[in-house]
């Protein structure tokens, strides 16, 4: 060792040293080793490794430095050996390691690391594959058999044994020797062992200039895929925000963009559950952070709305906003049952979808693969979604979104704290009620929640919105009234279908002041054969037909009823959406309880404003229709209104429609940068 190595290892705290023959000499560029930092300050290794350097002066090496240095000062020592010694003559034969002279000094030289509070770390490098060919396999594992067990002996020292990895033919000079671009290659494969191997921090690996990320990945690629991986779900958010803050935001963007291809909302669903809740706010926000300014340098930005339910669609409104930005470019993808029972309205539906020009695409099968979009906005929160929008295959480079498909009154505080909601880049609540529970009941919170109010209550804010409906009437007098049944028919369940189905629809036929619209859950058909309320998909289609049949009824189903609730005079049900939906038009509505129980603040209130009823009493149920919708009786109006003003009025709270709200929130955030 000369001693100007000597003098930059106690002068400057070299972070680590190497020793070895001719390929730890050749093989490393120091450039591509991670280094620890101190107040950004890189400390490099120094190389003391030759040509002509055995083990044994190696470990001499080694122990001259320990002497001048203090304790813990190194971090790490690379003992470089090979299973093979190439003497100055290429012509003469290859010599075998020496195992009975050399494993008894590399446990000494182990120990004297250990001892020193340094890492040992035993490294075999790769040559070129044209000369691993000639190696002799059993020589090779004899020299394994020698290294390994004295690496386990002691818990701190690692085996990087890199032999067998071929790198291209093209990074070595001749036979023997690695050229510069070889020299960088293996070392950038060193590096991410040495992170795999726990012996550099992620902190310090993050910090590497963007050179050899990009070195790695073109020699070695796989090795490149799982080092990006493998950083970002074990990287702690202090780790990953210092990492964006000390890059060039374009090298970020890039080394990210990389990470982002392949991961997914799963992975970032499992760091919720490892992370503290700040932790991983930080972390999250700082991905999404990202992602925008990602996409804020596209010409076009895709943003997709999904749902598996027509009736679930958010509304005309907020499409409409994107669809007249020219930035983006929007696209409505549902998924069709393949019930034959609600086939029927998926088709009904998809017409209206484009009569309104709406960019709408059926997704064929549950497994098609999703054109990737920038922002996709999902109205259901359930795992009974297409393969295609569920977190293991929604990658990180689009962002998500919720809007809820229903506007809820439910207490459900478990409901919450469900993985998808802690992956959303926005979630838009429609009360103030609902975000406050998720708020208490999510494990991250709800940082990222907004009370947009409910967008798909718009139009009925709107003065000059074009709301008619053509009813089928017998007296130009007659009460328009909706009956709504839910598909909840199991046990436990609240639907009254299957008690009153028959006395609903003898009501209707026997009332020619009353007209009908009866507005099925789009699952209750199929419900009502699987629990044997009807025998079979034709008698249950039969029923809704006879309905059709009356002079004074009819059946509608999916998408586009805000008409049908602002000409009605009342609506009779048992659904839970339509609870808190129907109070926009303030209308009587009458609840047809079976269970009570399981309702929010705002459940609450709604139901106590509203005329509730026993769903398997026939009697009280026609005495209800007849007081408060044909005799017009609606002595609870003024309690209805004030319920509203309190929990629902939110263009009073925002200033603004939601659909203007949630457009204007998406926007804002994604401003445009300079490319």
């Known amino acids: 060792m000369e001693k100007t190595d000597l003098k930059l290892i106690i002068e400057h705290d070299a972070n680590f040293f190497a020793t070895g023959d001719e390929y730890m000499h050749n093989s490393?560029?120091?450039?591509?080793?991670?280094?620890?930092?101190?107040?950004?300050?890189?400390?490099?290794?120094?190389?003391?490794?030759?040509?002509?350097?055995?083990?044994?002066?190696?470990?001499?090496?080694?122990?001259?430095?320990?002497?001048?240095?203090?304790?813990?000062?190194?971090?790490?020592?690379?003992?470089?050996?090979?299973?093979?010694?190439?003497?100055?003559?290429?012509?003469?034969?290859?010599?075998?390691?020496?195992?009975?002279?050399?494993?008894?000094?590399?446990?000494?030289?182990?120990?004297?690391?250990?001892?020193?509070?340094?890492?040992?770390?035993?490294?075999?490098?790769?040559?070129?594959?044209?000369?691993?060919?000639?190696?002799?396999?059993?020589?090779v594992k004899l020299f394994r058999d020698a290294i390994n067990p004295v690496v386990k002996k002691h818990v701190s020292s690692v085996f990087i044994d890199l032999l067998d990895v071929k790198p291209n033919v093209k990074c070595f000079q001749d036979n023997t020797h690695l050229n510069s671009e070889g020299a960088a290659a293996v070392s950038a494969l060193l590096g991410s062992q040495l992170y795999f191997k726990n012996i550099i921090s992620a902190e310090t690996f993050c910090g590497m200039d963007n050179d050899y990320f990009k070195v790695l990945e073109k020699f070695f690629p796989d090795d490149y895929k799982r080092l990006m991986h493998h950083t970002f779900c074990r990287m702690a958010c202090d780790d990953f925000n210092r990492l964006s803050k000390t890059m060039t935001k374009d090298t970020c963007l890039e080394l990210m963009a990389n990470v982002f291809s392949e991961m997914t909302y799963n992975h970032l669903a499992n760091l919720s559950d490892m992370l503290s809740k700040d932790d991983y706010n930080d972390l999250a926000d700082r991905i999404f952070k990202i992602s925008v300014e990602k996409i804020c340098r596209k010409d076009k930005i895709k943003i997709g709305f999904f749902f598996e339910n027509p009736s679930k669609w958010c509304g005309d409104e907020l499409y409409n906003f994107f669809a007249s930005d020219e930035r983006f470019e929007p696209t409505v993808f549902y998924f069709p049952k393949d019930d034959m029972l609600t086939r029927l309205e998926f088709t009904m539906s998809l017409e209206r979808f484009k009569s309104h020009g709406i960019n709408v695409f059926e997704v064929p099968k549950s497994n098609f693969p999703l054109t990737e979009q920038d922002i996709l906005i999902q109205m259901s929160p359930y795992k009974s979604v297409p393969q295609s929008f569920r977190l293991i295959n929604l990658k990180l480079t689009t962002l998500l979104a919720h809007i809820a498909y229903s506007l809820s009154i439910s207490y459900r505080p478990d409901f919450y704290n469900e993985p998808f909601f802690r992956i959303l880049w926005k979630r838009f609540f429609s009360s103030k009620v609902e975000q406050e529970i998720a708020q208490k009941s999510s494990v991250t919170g709800m940082p990222r929640g907004i009370y947009s109010g409910y967008p798909r209550m718009d139009i009925f804010f709107d003065k000059n919105a074009d709301l008619k409906f053509a009813w089928k009437m017998v007296r130009p007098d007659a009460k328009k009234i909706i009956w709504a049944p839910h598909h909840s028919l199991k046990a436990g369940g609240g639907g009254t279908f299957a008690w009153n189905y028959e006395f609903i629809y003898e009501f209707a036929k026997t009332h020619p002041e009353t007209s009908w619209v009866v507005k099925p859950h789009p699952f209750l058909l199929s419900r009502a054969v699987s629990y044997k309320i009807f025998p079979s998909s034709v008698a249950c289609e039969e029923y809704f037909q006879k309905w059709n049949e009356l002079p004074n009824a009819q059946v509608y189903m999916g998408s586009y009823y805000q008409a049908i609730f602002a000409t009605s005079d009342g609506m009779i049900h048992d659904s839970g959406s339509f609870i808190a939906e129907y109070q926009y038009v303030d209308k009587p509505m009458i609840y047809l309880r079976f269970r009570m129980g399981g309702f929010s603040e705002l459940g609450k209130e709604i139901l106590e404003a509203s005329y509730r009823v026993d769903g398997r009493d026939f009697e009280a149920i026609a005495a209800m229709i007849q007081r408060i919708f044909i005799e017009g009786d609606d002595y609870k109006a003024a309690e209805r209104k004030k319920v509203f003003d309190k929990y629902l009025n939110y263009p009073k709270y925002n200033g603004m429609l939601a659909s203007e709200f949630i457009y204007k929130s998406i926007v804002d955030d994604l401003k445009e940068v300079k490319k």
């Open 28 to 139: 490393l560029n120091l450039k591509f080793i991670p280094c620890e930092l101190t107040e950004g300050v890189s400390q490099e290794g120094i190389i003391l490794a030759n040509a002509n350097q055995d083990l044994s002066q190696g470990y001499s090496l080694a122990k001259n430095v320990f002497e001048h240095v203090k304790r813990d000062t190194i971090k790490f020592v690379l003992i470089g050996l090979s299973p093979y010694i190439l003497p100055q003559n290429d012509a003469e034969p290859l010599v075998a390691w020496d195992v009975q002279t050399n494993a008894p000094v590399l446990e000494e030289y182990i120990k004297l690391c250990l001892d020193n509070g340094t890492k040992p770390v035993v490294v075999v490098l790769p040559v070129n594959p044209v000369l691993r060919k000639t190696y002799n396999a059993d020589l």
